[in-house]
């Protein structure tokens, strides 16, 4: 198994450039399912989980090449409708094929995601969308060689309708509007998630042809068309990757440019690090970063956007394990999201959890420590914790860290960290 070997490192110094999202590029890659011929995506960030999103999208049909950071997809033969349990247990986002291949075959079958590290996650509201849309929902739960599928199918058309979220899921709102691109007359999805990557999926939508209004407000409109044309794409930077950097920027008290950001879209993680002492300049596409004297402490709770994101709260955590005082953080998002906690203590932090929130006293340094990676954001925040802990730290189980992060080791050391990759079978 590989592992991350980061040394205590000197303060972070020069510029680092953002990869494409990655969370804005899962779904457009479904999205591409929606219209014949060839789609190109640019600015594709080269990871485990675009893999595997292409892995399943070349199994249902159609044709994938990556050249670069352009991703070339003919979508036109889609001959399976169907996602087996070995691509989705891989990857959850791989469950977004469903409100596609519903919407332009009127039939899908997806294993069911089942949960991850990070918590249960359930897909109740993505399969409310498509009932309201007229699909019958199929839980194969208790079915002999089909146990652990769902399966959405419609006689017809869909029909577009009103559809309340009970909590504003990205993965459901992304689900749901492209179920309801082409059906008939309008779906309106309220309480709907205002990521940034909604936003990014709607302009593609849009682009292909679809009337997608509202996007990035918490009410969406969708109005059916009759067909969609495939398009050339660029994605929108990679806010959680941009935050990642700025964290490590103000840890290792450094500074650092992050290029390729839109500042808009990292608004919270701005405000924080204001909060914690940082000096922060903000350019068009880019942010400078400087790290404070003393690491002042600050309250952090998770909340869907514009609210501070759960894919920032472990690297914050890390970075609050040497604030002057006691702070706190608060996980509204997921309920699991606190493993990273356990091995930031084996680094010698100082934090005690108590249900949904995580008391931090800051203590003045952290120690190397063998280390595992419990999830994408955790394995990335032992990472940078581990540049400003005393000796070595050995992070383990870093597939999960190639899941997201595109050359974590090689853009860290560009800026001065002390941190190597050992490949090992
Ligand atoms: N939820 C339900 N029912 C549903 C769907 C979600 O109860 O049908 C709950 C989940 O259990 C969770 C909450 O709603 O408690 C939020 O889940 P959401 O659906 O918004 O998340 P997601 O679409 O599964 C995406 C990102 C995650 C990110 C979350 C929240 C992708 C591929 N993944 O997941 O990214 O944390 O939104 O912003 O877009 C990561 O990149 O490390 C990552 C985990």
Redesign the pocket.
């Known amino acids: 198994m590989s592992y991350i070997i980061v040394k205590e490192s000197p303060p972070l110094k020069g510029s680092v450039r953002v990869s494409g999202s990655?969370?804005a590029v899962?779904?457009i890659i479904a999205a591409t399912l929606l219209a014949e011929g060839t789609s190109v995506i640019n600015g594709v960030p080269n990871l485990k989980d675009v893999q595997v999103m292409s892995e399943l999208l070349c199994h249902l049909g159609a044709r994938v090449s990556m050249e670069g950071e352009k991703l070339i997809i003919d979508a036109t033969n889609i001959e399976k409708l169907e996602a087996p349990y070995n691509l989705v247990n891989k990857m959850?986002?791989s469950f977004l094929v469903m409100g596609p291949l519903l919407s332009r075959y009127r039939k899908a079958k997806i294993s069911m995601p089942g949960g991850c590290a990070?918590?249960?996650?359930?897909?109740?509201?993505?399969?409310k969308g498509f009932r309201a849309l007229g699909a019958e929902i199929v839980n194969h739960e208790h079915t002999y060689n089909e146990q652990g599928y769902v399966e959405a199918s419609v006689n017809g058309d869909l029909v577009g309708e009103k559809i309340y979220l009970d909590?504003?899921?990205?993965?459901?709102t992304?689900n749901i509007m492209m179920a309801a691109v082409f059906a008939k007359g309008v779906t309106v999805i309220e309480n709907a998630?205002e990521?940034p990557?909604i936003v990014d999926l709607a302009n593609y939508l849009n682009n292909m042809g679809a009337k997608v209004r509202g996007a990035g407000t918490n009410t969406i409109r969708i109005t059916g068309v009759e067909t969609l044309k495939p398009v050339e794409y660029t994605v929108i930077p990679d806010r959680?990757e941009a935050g990642t950097y700025m964290v490590a920027a103000a840890l290792t008290r450094g500074d650092v440019v992050i290029e390729n950001v839109i500042p808009d879209h990292v608004k919270p993680a701005i405000a924080k690090l204001t909060e914690i002492g940082c000096h922060i300049e903000e350019y068009d596409s880019a942010i400078r970063v400087v790290g404070p004297e003393v690491i002042e402490s600050t309250t952090i709770k998770t909340m869907?956007?514009p609210g501070f994101?759960?894919?920032l709260q472990s690297l914050f955590m890390a970075l609050l394990c040497l604030c002057d005082g006691k702070s706190t953080v608060t996980e509204t998002?997921?309920?699991n999201r606190f493993m990273n906690a356990p091995e930031l203590m084996r680094m010698g932090a100082n934090i005690e959890i108590n249900g949904k929130t995580a008391t931090i006293k800051g203590v003045s340094c952290l120690i190397g420590a063998e280390v595992v990676a419990t999830?994408?954001?955790a394995g990335a925040a032992l990472i940078i914790g581990g540049l400003v802990a005393k000796g070595e730290t050995k992070v383990r189980n870093i597939y999960h860290i190639d899941r997201?992060y595109v050359d974590i080791v090689g853009k860290l050391s560009n800026l001065g960290a002390k941190v190597y990759r050992v490949e090992e079978e």
């Open positions: 990655k969370n899962l779904p959850r986002a990070i918590g249960s996650r359930p897909i109740d509201l993505h399969l909590f504003p899921s990205v993965g459901a992304e998630a990521e990557e959680i869907p956007h994101p759960t894919d998002v997921f309920e999830d994408l954001r997201g």
